[in-house]
């Protein structure tokens, strides 16, 4: 059962994202970055192809979430691991959360607390939850194409060899809860650099990549959803 | 009537109308219309009173796509805000998405609710030691958890305060429900819920503000920023739109029916008599009529349903028809001046209105106060129709036949109530036996072959209150596209509790949660929500408040913590909140609510409160997608045992036609008495009353035949041409037979003048509740097409079928009724009722039956004029031809009937009288007669009480044998000749029989005692005496068995005294046998008897029974 603390997500989100849409110096920052985007298609094609000829890819990952509670960012490193239509994230050292996709389900577990939430991604309501899952996918693009349906480019920054492209959500209720989505790849060898998630409240979330591997054999008991008995289930989108 | 008190009482009728006027209002609430007691309407009440905003508008936006549909309606929600003047707030999205601090209060109240333990462990968990762990813990969550939910919550809430048992049950509260409120799943649907600025009190201070924000939403839609609004569709719903809706349809309704009658009858009555002025005349006074009842309805009701508007179309219908039948009568004798035409034709007006409003009244008897309402009115109408058109509608129109003849008798208003005086029918005009042929071939195939529909299928009954609310308007469609857009489950019910305070209404909501899982583990209902985690408990809320306190304390303590664990204040909003709102709880001293913006805005979905009452809204889903309103009868009243009112529109219609069908033994048993009392009334005559019953019971069995061909059904609203159709009925049938008597049974007269009014009449109204047929109002549309059939039928039957009826049953036995129509015996002098009174004398002490039969006799003497008229016209010799003195003695003569009625009922059951006023000298005649032993023959009059004569004669020792005639009732001649027989007197029973007076000379002869009157005429052999100075044709019987016999004749009277019975024994009559040979000398004999009681006559006349003429007519 979704409860009211969903309303306080929401709600905080709305009030960040509309202070944040009054700013007219973003569109500015942003109708001019896009000119330039236009010079670095051929490489975000290039990535693209990449992605799409990869089988599998491994990586460890740094993740940093800036948000506007805290004074100071909070850290956490973990691990990943990507197949087409699925991927397994694992977040803290021992895990704290195991993040698990499925073609038809997301599968979050919480090892400490014994619990997991199942959410089915065929039956997600239109809202801030769907526009969520939707960019947990585009943190991953694997096809141009169907990324672009629902994100704009904003903007493509080169520095060193590494590729940094900004997006922005199309839909407008998708926009209320993320900003933007950063991706940045290396443009040597196109393996993942980094992927960073704005929020319209101004929080970001930041995962920087290393020792990425690519097509390796992945063990495929890492993306197994069976839980131990002892878990606690839940689907909190579920009526 | 003097014309003065004419005046005053048009000047009164006047007043009666401004007053009514000043008081008029109109209800559009259609609850009203149902019976207050019903729990389902009572619910529905409360429900509309305190959940549906009479204020709040919904407006409901389409756009092309979802992002276009948010824009759009913040933008309206912008521009509507701005029109402070008629907008007090607009809500497009949950509250708390523009407000989340503000849950804060609500979350603290939540807690406050708590179980005094629950609450009780938030100090642990607040403890200062406690504090770091916490926020350690949730700094953690924060950094590895992937929940967007709960990065949002702990983000706000890092000490976990949100973390309580009774939220996980908040479904109302859930983030889908919210939105739910607000946009469709896609996005592209969204809704707006505005506040009014203004009081929408009335329908027309509704179409007032919708119009200006109509005006609002269209100058946005087509002003700089029109583009995105290409595509965008606006719509409206909500109570006031149903409010001006209503309103609106049902003045439409009004109008447009008004209108299409009155066309009609303009068109009807001009193709029939070609004539402006009158048809003009007409529409004014039926403008007149409608105004003036409106006004007098508001007088006596107050406030007007809309849907009692409805009466305008009914009683079109029948005002109509008093005057055209009026405007007939005088066209077909120009010979007549209007009060003539008035005395001939304002009894059958006047007793078809008393019947139709009596019928319509009685509509006050079936349980529905809006049915009853309609009632009323149309009763008030009719009565106001039927004075202006007999009083009105004729003077204007023939100025030249305005003023009574010189001669004419003078005219009381009760002559307006009684028939006048109809030359009996002396021949039944020639009459060709085909047209009956025909009325009954035609009768038996319309009867047959409805009675052949009906046989396979009866109309059925719609149980769905859909009768009474309004059609598909706007506002209804919306609000359906809204429940399909919303996703919203169909056809919820209500459940209401009140209470008068919290603690009241906790324990029956508790006890109804309990009724209602019995029955979602019987199926009854699918499932329920009932907010009762959300309603305070006053026990916690004592037990809590010095928890509170102390939480309400805590607040620099845990900001500081948090501070300290690198938060910043942006997570201390929501704690802060919620420590405020526990300090005030601490410091309450009674039960508390949440009182800001987004509490008020959650809670006034399913709470309500007043001064001095608490509601609470609960949700009951039915278990399939159609309520069966049976099946939830008895959860409902269990509900209702312990108030909680299960309501809802499916429920309201089943409960309404109960309590309908319940009473409907209340109404339908006075209309038919009703029906067949005016009919007695009218026609005293059970041949003509039966054809009356007929035509209705024909009419009847058609409209339901017709109702099943048609697919009808009888629902609330259509019930109600139930009274109508009867009150027409009888209108025709009454018109109809009243017009063949008086034109003899000529059908091509009748047809000519009334059948062709009744034509135009029927055509009217068959063509005014046609009209209703398209009505907006589905109760309305379908009463309007029940009426229209049913009334149709009553005319062609009454104008084509029951004049051949009538010819049919009155062409054999007629002329005989007719002859001795005011002759015959009262209809109440017959076995049953003498049995009955016998009884009663037996059972009641005199004086109660003698007032009771006194008040009677007036009545009839009121309502029974003709018969009365008798008894007048029997006086009038004695007075010399002076009618007052007359008609007072008459009508003394009744009262008086009525008490020697009662005193002869307890002789003839037993009772001994004893108290005789005579003399010795007087009684030593009778003595004196009887020793000569040749019998003795009392001769008496039908003068004071001449039956108890055998009582003193038996007390005398003296056995008398009465001759009389046999009663009207074999079965009373039996039981008075047993009565008589029990205080010693013989009957004979004389008649026609030849041998029976053979019998009375014998007995004579053996000196019996006997006893006759001979105050009235015989029905043959009678002789020309001067009786009172008239020739009187009297009896030779006395004369004829003194002749045969030689018996003693004595004269008696017996008159009731206030202190007894006077006995008068007048001298013998002597007389020479052998004269009276001849018939002269009988003659003579007799009239020297009749002379001989002239004067006895005369000083007890009031005591003087005659009542059947005794005069030969023509004199």
């Known amino acids: 059962m979704v409860s009211i603390y969903a309303h306080l997500a929401a709600g905080k989100m709305t009030c960040a994202f509309r202070a944040l849409r009054g700013g007219f110096w973003v569109f500015i920052f942003l109708a001019t970055i896009v000119s330039r985007a236009a010079d670095y298609g051929s490489q975000f094609n290039k990535w693209f192809e990449v992605q799409t000829n990869l089988q599998s890819w491994a990586g460890d990952f740094t993740q940093t979430r800036t948000l506007t509670v805290l004074n100071q960012p909070l850290v956490s490193h973990g691990k990943v691991w990507v197949k087409p239509g699925q991927f397994r994230w694992e977040l803290g050292q021992p895990a704290q959360t195991i993040v698990l996709r499925q073609p038809d389900q997301l599968l979050i577990v919480y090892p400490r607390l014994k619990r997991a939430e199942k959410y089915p991604l065929d039956g997600v309501p239109t809202g801030p939850m769907r526009d969520a899952l939707a960019l947990l996918d585009a943190s991953l693009p694997r096809d141009r194409a169907a990324m672009e349906k629902n994100f704009q480019l904003l903007s493509a920054t080169a520095t060193n060899a590494t590729l940094q492209m900004a997006l922005q959500p199309r839909s407008e209720s998708a926009r209320k809860f993320i900003g933007q989505v950063v991706i940045a790849f290396h443009t040597n060898d196109f393996t993942i650099a980094a992927t960073e998630m704005k929020f319209a409240d101004g929080s970001k979330l930041r995962n920087n990549f290393a020792n990425v591997v690519l097509n390796l054999p992945i063990d495929p008991r890492l993306f197994a959803t069976d839980l131990p008995t002892n878990f606690t289930l839940v689907e909190p989108l579920k009526k | ?1115």
């Open chain 2, 1 to 1115: 009537m003097s014309s003065f008190l004419k005046r005053w009482w048009w000047v009164l009728l006047l007043v009666a109308v401004g007053l009514g006027l000043a008081r008029l209002r109109f209800d559009v609430d259609i609850l009203n219309l149902l019976p207050p007691d019903e729990p389902s309407v009572q619910g529905l009440k409360l429900y509309q009173r305190h959940f549906t905003n009479a204020r709040e508008l919904v407006v409901t936006l389409r756009a092309p796509d979802s992002d276009a549909a948010e824009k759009l309606a913040g933008e309206l929600a912008a521009r509507l805000r701005q029109q402070t003047n008629l907008v007090e707030e607009v809500t497009w999205q949950p509250p708390w998405m523009e407000r989340p601090d503000q849950l804060g209060e609500l979350l603290g109240w939540l807690w406050f609710n708590q179980p005094p333990g629950d609450f009780a462990g938030l100090t642990n968990r607040l403890a200062p030691d406690q504090l770091k762990p916490a926020l350690d813990e949730t700094r953690e969550l924060l950094a590895t958890s992937m929940s967007p939910m709960d990065l949002a919550r702990r983000s706000f809430d890092p000490f976990n305060l949100l973390t309580m048992p009774a939220l996980t049950n908040i479904s109302g509260m859930s983030m889908e429900q919210g939105n739910q409120m607000f946009a469709s799943a896609d996005g592209k649907y969204r809704l707006l819920y505005l506040q009014s600025a203004v009081d929408l009190t009335s329908y027309r201070a509704c179409e007032s503000w919708l119009k200006s924000i109509h005006a609002v939403v269209a100058e946005l839609q087509s002003g700089p920023a029109k583009d995105p609004w290409k595509g965008a569709v606006v719509r409206y719903t909500g109570r006031p739109v149903f409010v001006e809706e209503i309103a609106t349809s049902m003045q439409h309704d009004m109008s447009h029916s008004v209108s299409a009658t009155s066309l009609i009858i303009a068109i009807l009555f001009w193709l029939t008599h070609r004539r402006w002025k009158p048809m003009l005349w007409l529409l004014a006074l039926l403008g007149l009529i409608l105004f003036a009842t409106l006004a007098l309805g508001a007088l006596v009701l107050g406030t007007i349903s809309v849907v009692a508007l409805g009466f305008a179309a009914v009683l079109l219908g029948l005002a109509v028809d008093y005057a055209v039948v009026h405007y007939q009568e005088a066209l077909a004798h120009p010979e007549m001046t209007v009060p003539e035409i008035r005395r001939a034709i304002a009894p059958s007006i006047l007793w078809a209105a008393i019947t139709t409003m009596s019928a319509f009244l009685v509509l006050n008897l079936g349980g529905l106060p809006g049915l009853g309402q309609l009632g009323s009115l149309v009763a008030i109408g009719i009565g106001v129709s039927a004075l202006v058109m007999v009083m009105i509608y004729l003077p204007p129109l023939f100025p030249e036949r305005r003023q009574p003849r010189p001669n004419q008798a003078p005219f009381h208003w009760w002559n307006y109530f009684i028939a006048p005086h109809e030359p009996p029918v002396a021949e039944i005009a020639s009459t060709g036996t085909t047209s009956h042929r025909a009325a009954v071939r035609l009768t038996g195939l319309i009867f047959l072959s409805a009675c052949a529909v009906l046989c396979f299928q009866r109309p059925g009954l719609d149980r769905s209150g859909n009768a009474l609310q309004p059609a598909h308007g706007e506002a209804q469609t919306t609000l359906d596209e809204m429940t399909v857009e919303l996703g919203l489950p169909p056809q919820p019910l209500w459940l209401i509790v009140p209470g008068r305070n919290e603690a009241e209404v906790y324990q029956r909501l508790t006890k109804a949660e309990k009724l209602l899982d019995g029955a979602v583990t019987n199926h009854l209902i699918g499932h329920y929500l009932l907010p009762d985690t959300l309603w305070p408990r006053a026990k916690f809320q004592t037990a809590n408040r010095a928890t509170a306190e102390a939480l309400g304390e805590k607040g620099p303590l845990l900001s500081a913590a948090l501070l300290d664990a690198g938060f910043n204040t942006n997570a201390f909003v929501l704690t802060s909140e919620l420590v405020r709102t526990w300090s005030r709880a601490g410091a309450s001293t009674s039960v508390i609510w949440p009182t800001n913006h987004v509490s008020q805005w959650l809670l006034k979905r399913f709470v309500a409160r007043t001064p001095d009452e608490c509601l609470v809204m609960g949700l009951i889903y039915p278990a399939t997608n159609k309520v069966d309103a049976a099946e939830l009868t008895a959860l409902s009243k269990q509900l209702a045992q312990n108030h909680a009112l299960l309501s809802g529109w499916e429920l309201l219609g089943d409960a309404t036609l109960k309590r309908v069908q319940s009473k409907m033994w209340l109404v339908v048993t006075p209309m038919v008495l009703l029906v067949l009392l005016s009919l007695w009334f009218a026609f005293r005559r059970m041949t003509e009353i039966l054809l009356g019953v007929a035509v209705l019971g024909l009419s009847g069995v058609g409209l339901l035949a017709t109702m099943v061909l048609t697919g009808w059904t009888w629902n609330l609203m259509n019930l109600m041409a139930l009274p109508l159709i009867l009150g027409t009925g009888v209108d025709y049938t009454l018109f109809i037979q009243l017009a063949l008597r008086r034109h003899g049974g000529d059908l091509a007269a009748v047809r000519r003048s009334v059948g062709r009014a009744l034509m135009l009449c029927g055509g009217t109204a068959v063509a005014g509740f046609g009209s209703l047929a398209f009505s907006s109002n589905l109760g309305m549309a379908s009463l309007g097409k029940v009426c229209a059939v049913g009334i149709g039928a009553n005319m062609l039957i009454s104008v084509f079928l029951l004049p051949p009826w009538w010819r049919w049953f009155r062409g054999d036995r007629g002329r005989g009724t007719s002859d001795k129509s005011h002759g015959a015996q009262p209809a109440f002098y017959c076995g049953g009722l003498w049995r009955l009174g016998l009884a009663g004398a037996r059972i009641i002490p005199a004086a109660l039956p003698k007032a009771v039969a006194a008040g009677l006799a007036d009545l009839y003497w009121q309502f029974q004029r003709q018969r009365c008229e008798v008894v007048v016209q029997n006086f009038l010799p004695v007075f010399a031809g002076n009618k007052p003195a007359a008609e007072k003695a008459a009508r003394a003569a009744h009262r008086n009937f009525a008490a020697k009625l009662i005193d002869l009922w307890r002789i003839e059951s037993g009772e001994v009288v004893r108290n005789w006023l005579t003399t010795d000298g007087e009684l030593e005649i009778i003595h004196a007669a009887r020793r000569r032993g040749r019998g003795t023959l009392f001769i008496t009059l039908h003068l004071g009480n001449w039956e108890h004569g055998g009582l003193l004669l038996n007390q005398l020792g003296i056995r008398l044998t009465i001759l009389s005639q046999a009663e009207p009732d074999d079965g009373l001649t039996d039981l008075r000749k047993a009565a008589r027989a029990r205080y010693g007197v013989d009957t004979l029973i004389i008649g026609d029989d030849g041998f029976a007076f053979v019998e009375v000379i014998k007995r004579l002869q053996a000196g019996a005692d006997m006893a006759v009157s001979l105050d009235r005429p015989p029905n043959r052999g009678g002789v020309p005496v001067d009786f009172f100075g008239r020739q009187f044709v009297g009896s030779l019987a006395a004369a004829e068995l003194a002749r045969a016999s030689g018996c003693a004749l004595v004269g008696v009277t017996i008159i009731r005294r206030p202190n007894g019975y006077a006995v008068k024994v007048l001298p013998e009559f002597v007389y020479d046998r052998k004269n009276l040979g001849s018939r002269a000398a009988r003659r003579e004999l007799t009239q020297q008897i009749l002379r001989a009681f002239e004067p006895e006559i005369r000083k007890d006349i009031e005591q003087w029974y005659q009542f059947t003429p005794i005069w030969p007519p023509g004199k």
